[in-house]
């Protein structure tokens, strides 16, 4: 029966951020190992040993190069097992979800030693599997028909309909319909204007004469919300990866801000070195540099608090807020994927700003919006 049933959005979305978040996470730990040697991965080790709580630890800077260099195989196993178990997932294999969930706890510590945002999100995909309606669709029941069911029931708990909007002539003026007239050329002389006897309170509102009104009284229009249905799960989809990635940037702003005062200096001495003749062409100081960052970082800042705020409209139906949320998501992520030439890791905000934008160009979503438009 339900062995024809299309796989569900989450599950999708599930096996997508496995599969893209294990390679990145195989290639963040080898980058790591192979930068175990270098002089500035050896004095941040060398740092971090001289803080608590590793302060008083008596760890060495190769007793904790040692350490890191297992996490990091650890992780990678890990990783690339769950790259080649992400592939089982979109043919429904139980085992694969039991072997992922197995290899959470390692890809936790694992990431520890490599970027931190990346385990997590393989995690995150992990955990997807054993939520609805992708539970379903691993049980083999028809998840499409329970999932409607339970976002209908949710919708009428939080939307009540009116009391006496389904019944003509419940509420509300114009509501009854007035019963068709006479025509006066048929009507007795002496009663030229005579009504049915049967409806005496069938004359509109604003009617005195007893004259029908000059037009039916059409009935009260359906709300948009009840003509549109229920919320797509893919724009639900679409606005949570939103919030969730423009949290996490402005997370990563608050943090580049705060570093920037003591970094400033190497940043100036690097970019004398690397770029001295844009250096000498725009004049550039240390507090120039400083002041031009803050204000990029500012600008990014901006830019992803609009994204929130967007997500929110999309989600409460507008629709212009949707199509400039897509337009949006896809220039920022192709900006990403320039800086990402430079910081790879960026890769997985690449792929999430990517799912983002298909999910709100979905045909369901552009229809749910189709009677605001």
């Given at each position: ?365 552009a229809a749910w919006f189709a009677p605001r438009r």
């Amino acid at each position: 029966m339900s062995q024809q049933e299309s796989r569900p959005g989450h599950a999708t979305l599930a096996g997508v951020l496995i599969i893209v978040g294990s390679i990145v996470l195989v290639l963040s730990a080898w980058e790591r190992i192979a930068a175990l040697h270098t002089l500035e991965v050896q004095e941040e080790l060398g740092r971090i040993i001289a803080d608590p709580p590793f302060a008083d630890a008596g760890i060495t800077i190769d007793g904790l190069s040692a350490l890191v260099r297992v996490l990091c195989l650890v992780g990678a196993g890990a990783a690339a097992a769950a790259t080649i178990l992400g592939f089982q997932v979109f043919k429904r294999s139980l085992s694969a979800r039991i072997a992922l969930t197995a290899l959470s706890p390692l890809l936790l510590i694992g990431g520890m030693a490599t970027a931190g945002f990346l385990a997590p999100m393989v995690v995150a995909g992990i955990a997807l599997l054993w939520l609805q309606p992708t539970r379903d669709w691993y049980a083999g029941r028809p998840w499409r028909e329970r999932y409607e069911a339970r976002r209908a029931e949710r919708l009428a708990r939080t939307r009540p309909s009116e009391p006496g909007a389904d019944r003509p002539g419940a509420g509300g003026p114009g509501a009854e319909r007035p019963v068709q007239a006479v025509p006066a050329a048929s009507q007795p002389q002496g009663q030229p204007h005579a009504q049915p006897h049967a409806q005496p309170h069938a004359q509109p509102q604003g009617q005195t004469d007893g004259r029908p009104a000059p037009g039916a009284h059409p009935a009260p229009a359906a709300p948009h919300d009840a003509v549109r249905g229920p919320r797509p799960q893919a724009l639900v989809m679409a606005c949570v990866l939103t919030w969730v990635a423009s949290s996490t940037a402005l997370a990563g702003l608050a943090l580049v801000a705060a570093l920037l005062p003591s970094q400033s200096e190497t940043l100036y001495d690097e970019m004398s070195a690397e770029q001295p003749a844009l250096v000498e062409a725009y004049q550039l100081t240390e507090a120039s540099l400083v002041g031009g960052l803050y204000v990029l970082i500012a600008g990014l800042a901006v830019w992803a608090v609009a994204a929130i705020v967007l997500a929110g409209l999309a989600f409460a139906g507008r629709n212009w807020a949707r199509i400039t949320l897509a337009v949006s998501a896809a220039c920022a992520g192709c900006l990403c994927l320039l800086m990402a030439l430079g910081a790879w890791p960026l890769v997985m905000l690449v792929a999430v700003l990517a799912v983002s934008t298909w999910l709100l160009l979905r045909a369901d979503v552009a229809a749910w919006f189709a009677p605001r438009r």
